[in-house]
């Protein structure tokens, strides 16, 4: 039986879990291996019945929530150095070395774009359109909500802003070097740095032009987790009675990398609303907010 490698960012939860499922379908045909540098979210993979292969260097919590904030944009400071890279590296072609797979599977673990290129092992790269290179391009991505601030300027704005992003070339010295060493030639923009020989798309066809779409993406909608747990007794009872009030019941809440301030301001929004009974199971995000 062939291997398929998984390569997922373990510390964020809905990718881990997209991961999970894209191998459950494949398991059958293949042999399914994962691996990171994370612990975070790895008993996940394993109570689904998959290996895990824990690679150095194993991440920090810290380190964690610097490279989403990173990833967010809310933060310049790049949690990528030169040594992480290397040794990222290292610990990914030795386990590609071991294994000879037919092909990767990845989400945002940015280091197996190199380690896969050096290895020429074929990327499948699963992944939202918001933030790829077709969204840039594309006349119909949403303008964010602070461009707006500029009025009558905004449109213009939102184009510029979305051209240069598309011709930014700009990648860390660290992979650069990596690159180097590897005598990798590195793609012409940013964004060609993180696309892979097949990107899946989990966005909902509803929302995009698929014309639009370069050969090598494909729409596969979204891939939603499906655990073997049940929602605590704790929550059904309150469900149960909200119902009985007559109250709408409304889930709400986030990935592993959700933004705190936008969470407290729809929070703080949706408990304000008399004929709502709130759900909201992200106490891991904000550890200063209680929630019935």
């Known amino acids: 039986m062939k291997t398929i490698l998984f390569a997922p960012a ?3 939860l809905a990718e881990t879990t997209r991961m999970i499922e ?8 293949y042999y399914c291996v994962f691996f990171g540098f994370s612990k975070t979210f790895a008993p996940l993979i394993t109570e689904s019945g998959f290996e ?3 690679l150095a260097p194993i991440l920090t919590k810290k380190q964690e929530e610097q490279i989403i904030k990173f990833d967010q944009l809310r933060t310049l400071k790049n949690p990528f150095t030169k040594e992480m890279v290397a040794s990222r590296i290292t610990s990914e072609q030795s386990l590609i070395a071991k294994f000879e797979p037919r092909l990767i599977v990845t989400g945002s673990n940015v280091t197996i774009f190199l380690s896969a290129r050096s290895k020429k092992i074929p990327l499948v790269y699963v992944k939202p359109y918001a933030l790829s290179e077709p969204f840039f391009q594309s006349e119909h991505a949403l303008m964010p909500h602070e461009l707006r601030f500029f009025g009558p300027l905004s449109n213009p704005l939102w184009h ?3 051209k240069r992003i598309v011709n930014t070339r700009w990648i860390p010295n660290a992979f650069k070097h990596a690159a180097q060493k ?3 030639p590195l793609p012409k ?4 740095m993180m696309d892979a020989d097949l990107n899946l798309i989990t966005t909902p066809k509803l929302f995009l032009e698929e014309e639009q779409l370069p050969e090598n993406y494909r729409i596969v909608g979204p891939i939603f987790a499906k655990l073997s747990t049940s929602l605590p007794e704790e929550v059904l009872t309150f469900i ?3 119902q009985q009030e007559r109250k709408r019941i409304i889930h709400f809440a986030m990935g592993s990398s959700g933004n705190p301030r936008m969470l407290r301001k729809i929070l703080f929004f949706l408990q304000k609303q008399p004929d709502l009974a709130v759900i909201a199971p992200i106490d ?5 907010i209680q929630s019935d």
């Open 182 to 184: 590897e005598m990798l």
């Open 284 to 288: 891991y995000l904000l550890d200063d």
């Open 240 to 242: 149960q009675r909200k």
């Open 52 to 54: 895990y292969h824990l």
């Open 10 to 12: 373990v510390f964020n």
């Open 160 to 162: 510029w802003t979305k």
């Open 22 to 29: 894209v191998a459950k379908a494949m398991k059958d045909r």
């Open 189 to 192: 923009t940013s964004l060609q």
